[in-house]
C-alpha cells in the first residue's frame, strides 16, 4: 500500500515472526511501515511473544458441515428466513458456469443501491475470479435475483462476494448459504467459513472501541443466524504506532480502492467483503 506493506492472513507455511521481520526489514528500506493483518492465535501468540503490538481486529466466522442441525433451537431465526424465502418462491442453484452478464446486471444494481464497491481486502465482482469460484444463484420466477461466490481449497470453503438486487424477499441470501452448506457436506469438506465478524467488546477500552468502530448489525445478524463459531483475528506491528498507522493505510486503501495501487494494478484478487472490519459503512 501507499504507505505500508502487510502481510495477509497466516502464512502458508512456517511461522509467521520471520515474514513479518523480512516485510520489516523491507519496509524499512521503502521508507514505509510493515504489519500483518487478519492474523490467527497461534500466530499472534508468537508474535506478541516477540514484542509485536497486537489488537484483535475481527473474528471469523466458522461452520463445521457435517454437524450443522438446521433443527437446533438456537436457529430457530434461521429456519423462519429460509421458510419466508420459499414462500416466496426462491430456489436457488448451483451455478457451474454462470451467466456473467445477468450477474454483472446484480452487481451493478447492488452498488448503485449501497455505494461503489470496496477494494483491496473485499469482495469485488471480477469475472475471471468468478470462473475459479463455487459461484451459487438465487433465482425468482426463472430470473436471477442474488448470487453467492466462495473460495475453495483443502480446507472448506470461504465466503467472499455476495449481491443482490434491491427489496429482495427475507432468507434468499441464507438460503444461498443453506445451499453451500448442503454440498459441503456431501463432498466432507471440514469447514466453511462465512468471514468476518466485527468483535464483541470486552472490558479493555481498544475492544470497545474496535467493536464501535466495525459495528455492522445487519450483516452480523445474518451471520450469526447460523450460530457460527467465533475464531479470533488479529492485527500485529512491530510498535503500537506502526500499527495504527499500518491500519489507517488499510481503511484508506479499502475505501478508495482505485488510488491504493503502487503502481495501478488490475482490479485487485480479495478474499471477500469481510474487510468492513476495519472500514465500515454503506458500501461494505
Request: aromatic letters at 4%.
Amino acid at each position: 500500500l501507499p504507505q505500508s506493506l502487510i502481510l495477509w492472513l497466516d502464512p502458508l507455511s512456517g511461522p509467521a515472526a520471520p515474514a513479518l521481520a523480512a516485510l520489516t526489514d523491507l519496509a524499512r528500506a521503502q521508507g514505509r511501515v510493515a504489519a500483518a493483518y487478519k492474523i490467527g492465535p497461534r500466530h499472534a501468540a508468537r508474535l506478541r511473544a516477540t514484542g509485536h503490538a497486537a489488537l484483535r481486529i475481527c473474528d471469523e466466522a466458522l461452520i463445521d458441515p457435517t454437524n450443522f442441525d438446521i433443527d437446533q433451537p438456537r436457529l430457530r431465526q434461521l429456519r423462519r428466513k429460509l421458510r419466508q424465502a420459499e414462500k416466496a418462491g426462491i430456489s436457488v442453484m448451483r451455478a457451474l458456469r454462470p451467466d456473467l452478464t445477468a450477474l454483472a446486471e446484480i452487481d451493478a444494481a447492488w452498488q448503485a443501491a449501497n455505494g461503489p464497491a470496496r477494494g483491496i481486502t473485499m469482495g469485488r465482482f471480477c469475472p475471471r475470479l468468478l470462473a475459479s469460484q463455487r459461484v451459487y444463484v438465487a433465482l425468482s420466477n426463472g430470473r436471477p435475483v442474488a448470487f453467492m461466490s466462495w473460495h475453495q481449497c483443502d480446507t472448506g470453503l470461504c465466503l467472499d462476494l455476495m449481491r443482490h438486487l434491491p427489496e429482495l424477499p427475507q432468507g434468499t441470501m441464507h438460503l444461498l448459504v443453506m445451499a453451500a452448506l448442503a454440498e459441503a457436506r456431501t463432498k466432507a469438506h471440514p469447514q466453511i467459513s462465512l468471514a468476518a465478524l466485527p468483535i464483541t467488546p470486552g472490558p479493555d477500552l481498544a475492544s470497545r472501541i474496535t467493536a464501535r468502530l466495525t459495528a455492522n448489525p445487519g450483516l452480523t445478524r445474518f451471520k450469526q443466524s447460523f450460530a457460527p463459531t467465533r475464531a479470533r483475528r488479529y492485527a500485529l506491528a512491530p510498535s503500537r504506532a506502526a500499527l495504527l498507522f499500518a491500519l489507517a493505510d488499510l481503511a484508506r486503501a479499502i475505501r478508495h480502492p482505485d488510488r491504493a495501487s503502487t503502481p495501478p494494478s488490475p482490479a485487485p484478487a480479495h478474499h471477500d467483503h469481510e474487510a468492513f472490519a476495519i472500514a465500515p459503512g454503506p458500501g461494505s
